[in-house]
Every structure is written in C-alpha cells, then in structure tokens.
C-alpha cells in the first residue's frame, strides 16, 4: 500500500487482507476474502467501483469444511460473457468469486446493484444469469429486483453475470408435400445467436411433436417451433408446408367399344386434373399420349404421372360382341329336281340383323351372309340334295299306225324316285297320232312324264281323171294320181248301175284304202 489513510467496512471479524482499498471513499475495488466457517452461515461482502459499492451477499448451506473464499466485482459483461446473452443489454457489472480450501456445498448468491446499470433498454423480466466455470458456461435460475439479483443453488465458485437475451434468429428450408395427402414435407431450420446447447419443440397440425432441429415426414399444415438455448433464451417460428391444391386424379373421358368380335377399333381417352401439371400418361407401359385407338378388346390400364412424380391410375375395359353365327337350316328336297326352304337366323353380334329370314332354293350349295347393325358379317354355308333320285319315264308305242286316222296302244314306265308308282304306268289304247305326255306320279307324291310323237301315214288320196271309154260301157281308161298310204299300191274297179259313176279304190301295202270316184 502507498502511504495514506486506509478505511475497511466489513460486516464481521472474520475479514481479512484486501488486496487495495481507497482511501478516499471507504470501499473495496480489489478482491475481497473472507473466512468461511463449515456449517450454514451467510455473509456479505461490501464490494464496488470506485464510484460506488453495493453488497454482494453469500448465503451457504451445509458447508462440509471451511476455508475461504474471494469476491470481486467489475464493470462491464465480463471475461466470460456468453454468446447467447445480448452484450448491449445488461447489467453493468460482474461479479468473481474464487472458493480457497471449501468444502462441498449449497449457496445462493445475492449481487445487488444501483440505478443506472440496466443499459440498452434490459428489461428486468428479460434478464438472464450466467455462471461461467472450469470452461462451461451454465444458467443458473434467478430471482431479479429492481436492485438485486439472486443465483440460486450454486454448488461451485466462478464467475457470475445478468444480461439480456440476445434473440437468436432462425432461418429455415421447407419442403413441401409433392403429392396431395402425403407426408413428404420436411422443415430444416438453422439457429444463430444462440448458446448451445439448444433444444427445440415442435408442434403441427394432427398433434404432431418433435424434438428434432429438423423434421420430415410432414402433412400439409403449419409447423410451429419454439428454440430454447443454453441461457433459457427462446425464438419461435411457424413454417407452412403446402401441398397441391387437390389430388391428382384421372378418368377415363371417353371410350369406344370394338364393334365386331375379334376387331381392332376399340378407342379410349383419359384426362387428368388435380396434382401438379405438366402430366405424362402411360398406357399398358406403352402408349404415352392422353388417348390409344385401333386397340383389341380387353382391359387397358392409364398411369398419369404429374410434374411431382404423383402418380395415378384408371383403367378403361374395351369390350366387344359375341361372335357373329349365322345359321342356314334346309328343309328336305323330296323329289329330285325339287325346291325346299332355308331358314336363315343369327346369334351374337349385333342386333338387328340383315339376310335373315326363309329363301327358296333347290338342290345344290348355298351360302348366305348375315350383317349386324355393326356392320359385321358373316356367312353360313352348306348344300342341299333331293332324297329322291330322279323319276325316268318312258312311253313307247306298241305298234305303228298303219292307217292314217288309226290309234295304237302305249306302254309306260318309269324307273327312280320311291315305288310302287301310284299313277302313270300301264298301257294305254286308243292313242291316235299326235304328242303325247305321261306324268307317273311315285309313292311320294314326286312325278316324272314323257312326251312322245305318235305317228301315222298320210290319208290315202286318190284322183282319177277319164282318158278314154266310158264307165257305162265298163271299159274306160282312167289317168289316177296316188299319194299317201304306204306303197306299193293295188287297185281296182267298180261301176254304179246306171253306168254313169266308176270307182276307183287303192289299197297301199298296209291294207288301207283310198278311192277315186270317176264321173261320166
């Protein structure tokens, strides 16, 4: 100490050397040690500046052995002042206190100050105290006056300040939800001005916590999180994480049915909306436009994809007709040379239907075509033969007429179709010359016919023309022209009576007769 007058308030004998003291004002501005006995005691150490000095008081718990401890107070934040404390906003002092020999123990510790050293605007409800030892920095809980400050449950000896939160700022990356109804959102956030260690409480929507820096797996919805640091200085934040305005969704707008079994007409459109455009469909895995065509029955499936890999699908069924069948069913040709009906019909398909209905046709291959409505066709074919065979009909004359105006007699027969014959068969007489048929009708109702030519000789004419004589004299030469009958001819001569009128007959060679009569 310099020469000088030296004045030391202590509130108890167990004080002991300062290490410098004023003598002009009274107060300690060094460090002051004090003697601590074992047990619980309180003491208080009168300590400032050299423009004031305020109490800093100790009050101790279960002091298991003494010793003595050091207190000084400087102005300012001190050699230790945490990161999370804000350095213009405190108060404008700090308290050391170095333990020498004591035991384990329990203090609080009560550090008053004056008006004044609440600097930057510190609110007293804002204040936080810090207690930095052996290189860790801790916050003890405090009890703040308008003059004082108490550090509770202190158990080990350092350096002790009040400041301010310094307000620790967040900045963040949102994810948000691609797909609609998803959770794929993700919020990562980013803390500075803030004492570590720090811990973090999220709340969401659907009661959604956590206690990670970052979350994931997030729903659409507002995220809130409240960051609380080392000194117990918070900072909040809401994050929204969107999602598209509605699902994607797809449907099958329009679809076109193959209009005829086994075809390739078939046709679908889908139209997406919802999600996120731009999209990209997918047929099947092949086709990669809205619409497919020329397409076979069956079932097709539409992947659209939007610009956020959502996907959905819809499928479309094309479907088809059964298969057209015609059908042809004959009825029976009986007699050869006959007719009989088809019945056309139809099955599957498309109704109605053109070329149904009953046609005629005789014996032979048919085939008939059947549409639908559709346009399809199809043909049903098939041949058609009488079960009879043909009836053969023969008409032959018996025996030639010789004379002309004569008759004969005609046998008929017949062969083929179903015996016995019911008509038509037999002899017939008295058939003169001319055409002739006959129809033979068999046991089934068929008939065959013939026609024949009866002939005969011509009629036998004779002329006579006189040349010389006379009829009455029975001697006459007469100039006769023959035709008809059948050569070679004979003739002879007869006279009337009167002797006026001579007949000349001709007999041919069948023995029919002509004559001439000759007048005188």
């Given at each position: 100490?310099?020469t000088?007058a030296?004045?030391i308030?202590?509130?108890?004998?167990s004080?002991?050397?300062?290490s410098?003291?004023?003598g002009a004002s009274?107060?300690v501005?060094?460090?002051?040690?004090?003697?601590?006995?074992?047990g619980?005691?309180?003491?208080?150490?009168?300590?400032?500046?050299?423009?004031?000095?305020?109490?800093?008081?100790?009050?101790?718990t279960?002091?298991?052995?003494?010793?003595?401890?050091?207190?000084?107070?400087?102005t300012g934040?001190?050699t230790?002042?945490?990161?999370g404390?804000?350095?213009?906003?405190?108060?404008?002092?700090n308290?050391?206190v170095t333990?020498g020999g004591?035991?384990?123990?329990s203090?609080?510790?009560?550090?008053?100050?004056?008006?004044?050293?609440?600097?930057?605007?510190?609110?007293?409800?804002?204040?936080?105290?810090?207690?930095y030892?052996?290189?860790?920095?801790a916050?003890?809980?405090i009890?703040?006056?308008a003059?004082?400050?108490k550090?509770?449950?202190?158990?080990?000896?350092?350096?002790?300040?009040?400041?301010?939160?310094?307000g620790?700022?967040l900045?963040n990356?949102t994810?948000n939800?691609?797909?609609?109804?998803?959770?794929?959102?993700?919020?990562?956030?980013?803390?500075?001005?803030?004492s570590?260690p720090?811990?973090?409480?999220?709340?969401?929507?659907?009661?959604?916590?956590?206690?990670?820096?970052?979350i994931t797996?997030?729903?659409?919805?507002?995220?809130?999180?409240s960051v609380?640091d080392n000194?117990g200085?918070?900072?909040?934040?809401?994050?929204?994480?969107?999602?598209?305005a509605?699902?994607?969704?797809v449907?099958?707008t329009?679809?076109?049915?193959v209009?005829?079994?086994?075809g390739?007409?078939?046709a679908?459109?889908?139209?997406a909306?919802?999600?996120?455009?731009?999209y990209?469909?997918s047929?099947?895995?092949?086709?990669?436009s809205?619409?497919?065509?020329?397409?076979?029955?069956g079932?097709?499936?539409?992947?659209?994809?939007?610009?956020?890999?959502?996907t959905?699908?819809a499928s479309a069924?094309?479907?088809?007709?059964s298969?057209l069948?015609?059908s042809?069913?004959?009825?029976?040709?009986t007699c050869?040379g006959?007719?009989?009906?088809?019945?056309v019909?139809?099955t599957?398909g498309?109704?109605?239907?053109?070329?149904t209905?009953?046609?005629t046709h005789?014996?032979?291959?048919?085939?008939?075509?059947?549409?639908?409505?559709?346009?399809?066709?199809?043909?049903?074919?098939?041949?058609?033969?009488?079960?009879?065979?043909?009836?053969?009909?023969?008409?032959t004359?018996?025996?030639a007429?010789?004379?002309?105006g004569?008759?004969?007699?005609?046998?008929v027969?017949?062969?083929?179709?179903?015996g016995p014959?019911?008509?038509g068969?037999?002899?017939?007489?008295?058939?003169a010359?001319?055409t002739?048929?006959?129809v033979?009708?068999?046991?089934?109702?068929?008939?065959?016919?013939a026609?024949?030519n009866?002939?005969q000789p011509?009629?036998?004419?004779?002329?006579g023309?006189?040349?010389?004589g006379?009829?009455s004299l029975?001697?006459?030469?007469?100039?006769v022209?023959?035709t008809?009958?059948t050569?070679?001819?004979?003739?002879?001569?007869?006279?009337?009576?009167?002797?006026?009128?001579?007949?000349?007959?001709?007999?041919d060679?069948n023995?029919?007769t002509g004559s001439?009569v000759i007048?005188?």
């Amino acid at each position: 100490l310099t020469t000088g007058a030296y004045a030391i308030s202590v509130d108890n004998t167990s004080t002991t050397a300062v290490s410098r003291v004023s003598g002009a004002s009274g107060f300690v501005i060094g460090n002051l040690k004090r003697n601590i006995a074992s047990g619980t005691n309180s003491y208080t150490f009168t300590i400032g500046t050299a423009t004031d000095y305020v109490p800093a008081t100790l009050d101790f718990t279960n002091v298991s052995a003494g010793g003595y401890i050091t207190m000084r107070t400087d102005t300012g934040k001190g050699t230790n002042y945490p990161a999370g404390l804000h350095a213009s906003k405190l108060i404008g002092r700090n308290w050391t206190v170095t333990n020498g020999g004591i035991g384990t123990f329990s203090a609080n510790l009560t550090c008053n100050y004056v008006n004044g050293e609440l600097r930057g605007g510190a609110q007293l409800a804002n204040l936080k105290g810090y207690k930095y030892s052996a290189g860790t920095t801790a916050f003890p809980s405090i009890t703040m006056t308008a003059s004082t400050a108490k550090f509770s449950g202190i158990t080990s000896f350092s350096e002790f300040g009040l400041g301010e939160c310094a307000g620790a700022s967040l900045s963040n990356a949102t994810t948000n939800v691609g797909c609609y109804g998803q959770s794929t959102g993700a919020v990562n956030i980013t803390v500075s001005g803030a004492s570590s260690p720090i811990t973090y409480s999220w709340t969401g929507p659907n009661s959604f916590t956590s206690t990670n820096e970052d979350i994931t797996g997030l729903a659409a919805g507002t995220y809130s999180v409240s960051v609380t640091d080392n000194a117990g200085c918070t900072a909040s934040g809401s994050y929204l994480v969107t999602q598209p305005a509605a699902a994607l969704s797809v449907s099958i707008t329009s679809q076109t049915n193959v209009t005829c079994n086994g075809g390739s007409n078939g046709a679908a459109t889908a139209a997406a909306s919802g999600g996120t455009s731009p999209y990209a469909y997918s047929w099947n895995g092949t086709s990669t436009s809205a619409s497919i065509s020329s397409k076979p029955a069956g079932s097709y499936t539409v992947t659209v994809t939007d610009a956020n890999s959502c996907t959905k699908s819809a499928s479309a069924t094309l479907i088809q007709p059964s298969a057209l069948t015609p059908s042809a069913t004959p009825g029976t040709i009986t007699c050869f040379g006959g007719v009989t009906t088809v019945v056309v019909g139809a099955t599957g398909g498309t109704s109605p239907y053109i070329g149904t209905g009953s046609f005629t046709h005789g014996a032979g291959s048919y085939s008939y075509t059947v549409t639908d409505a559709n346009g399809c066709s199809a043909t049903a074919s098939g041949s058609l033969t009488a079960t009879n065979s043909a009836i053969v009909v023969t008409a032959t004359p018996d025996a030639a007429i010789l004379c002309n105006g004569g008759s004969t007699s005609v046998t008929v027969g017949a062969t083929g179709g179903t015996g016995p014959y019911s008509s038509g068969v037999g002899t017939f007489s008295n058939v003169a010359a001319g055409t002739h048929t006959y129809v033979v009708t068999d046991n089934a109702g068929c008939s065959g016919s013939a026609t024949i030519n009866v002939t005969q000789p011509a009629p036998i004419v004779v002329t006579g023309t006189l040349v010389t004589g006379s009829c009455s004299l029975n001697s006459a030469t007469v100039q006769v022209s023959i035709t008809g009958g059948t050569g070679p001819y004979s003739s002879s001569y007869t006279f009337n009576n009167a002797g006026t009128i001579c007949t000349y007959t001709v007999t041919d060679s069948n023995q029919c007769t002509g004559s001439a009569v000759i007048t005188q």
